[in-house]
Nanobody, 118 residues
């Protein structure tokens, strides 16, 4: 089993920045891809960004060029640097982890709220 704990959410004005962090514990060697998803009220959960152990990263179309995901394999942590935030970025952000060989997340954090005011 793997536990994922997010931190860093909060309230920010449009145009501002926030940094989210996620720490993994437990059977961390079983995880390849880690990432961030988000879910706004009344909407489906959507991909924000993912990053593999190799460092290869992928981003959702709505955040490309504004968000940057990074990973520290030694510390089993990932960060999400968010800049130029928009009100539509308001959501609960969830950290995810895929077991090796799995194309969809196997593990989820409890989420951290990000609110962007206009």
């Amino acid at each position: 089993q793997v536990q994922l704990v997010e931190s860093g959410g909060g309230l920010v004005q449009a145009g501002g920045s926030l940094r989210l962090s996620c720490a993994a514990s437990g059977d961390i060697l079983s995880i390849n891809v880690m990432g961030w998803y988000r879910q706004a009220p009344g909407k489906q959960r959507e991909l924000v960004a993912t990053i593999a152990r190799s460092g290869n990263a992928d981003y959702g179309d709505t955040v490309k060029g504004r968000f940057t995901i990074s990973r520290d394999n030694a510390k089993a942590t990932i960060d999400l640097q968010m800049v130029s935030l928009k009100p539509e970025d308001t959501a609960v952000y969830y950290c995810s982890g895929n077991r090796i060989g799995h194309w969809v997340p196997t593990y989820w954090g409890h989420g951290t709220q990000v609110n962007v005011s206009s």
